[in-house]
């Protein structure tokens, strides 16, 4: 009996995946598409450097994904496109891949973009004959990897649902609306993102004054479900390791504040602090990148306490 042949555009295990972003994100939805035999090509501008390149390629021959030479090249031959950069990165990864998306194709945007960001996106892969649904993705990615909670928005969200569900995603559509699924996530990101730096401020500022027992038993007191010795510890390892990251992502949350009409006093502080961390990760303050045990300490003070020896070097000098 001969088999049905199958449309590219409606059998989503059929689909050519796009991938743009080949960080944790990319990488992770990579490997979870390849065990289902999915086609997955990828394309990040990292590529274009030997050192910070070498491992991605690495990645990608390991786990049999494509790489390609540029935004465009990876849009021509995609069904399904995913970009995950970083936020600041959402609007220009939309304007490289509409000068060659195919009519029909599937573009999900899960970068942390405010709002009118993902409008502008929406605007440019629509008007080239693609398919714009954004995606906002609710909590890290690495536990739940593909099965991540998604939010999804746009006039073809409801359509892509089912589609995604077929890939192993679990999406919910949130509005056919552009900009909720989005205002969602970055309302909530001024809690979490903030929640983060407020932590690492508190926690390596009471272990200056020698207070930070007091501080943990206080809290615990206050928000007795919470193991903030263990949640400390995670804080500082997801800032280290991807402060510079969650600081655009906190730039794009002040601008969501901001077309509320609202001065972003928190999210704006929010930014600054997680970048600084990401400066001080990026002196090697907390060990080499990318190494097994950077980002892994079990115990937030030793993490606070290369801080404070940083700061008080800073002020020797």
Known sequence: MTAPKIDLKTDPKQWNVGLIGYGEVGRILAEDLRKQDVRVA??????????????????ARQHGVA????????????DFIVSAVTASQAVPVA??????????????DFNSASPGAKQRAAGMIDAAGGRYVEGAVMTSLPPYRIKVPLLLGGADA???????????????????????ASAVKMCRSVMIKGLEAMVIESFT???????????????KETFPGIDWEKQGAYFFQRVIEHGRRRSEEVREVAETVREAGLTP???????????????????????????????????????????LGAIKSKSKN
Not at 67 to 78: F, I
Not at 95 to 108: D, I, N, P, S, T
Not at 276 to 305: C, I, P, Y
């Open 95 to 108: 304007k490289a891949c509409a000068v060659a998306v195919k009519h029909g194709a599937w573009f999900l």
């Open 67 to 78: 790489l390609t030479a540029s935004h465009a090249d990876l849009a021509a031959q995609s």
């Open 205 to 219: 500022t009471a272990r200056a004054y020698g207070v930070e027992d007091a501080v943990l038993a206080s809290l």
């Open 42 to 59: 990828a394309y990040d501008i990292k590529l274009r450097s030997d050192q910070a390149g070498g491992a991605l390629r690495d990645h």
């Open 158 to 180: 409801a359509t892509l649902a089912p589609k995604l569900a077929e890939l192993g995603f679990v999406a919910k559509v949130a509005s056919d609306k552009l900009g909720v």
């Open 265 to 307: 006093w928190s999210a704006q502080g929010t930014a600054e602090r997680q970048a600084w961390v990401a400066d001080l990760a990026d002196e090697g303050l907390f060990g080499q990148r990318g190494a097994k045990e950077f980002a892994r300490s079990a115990d937030w003070r030793t993490e606070a306490d290369r801080i």
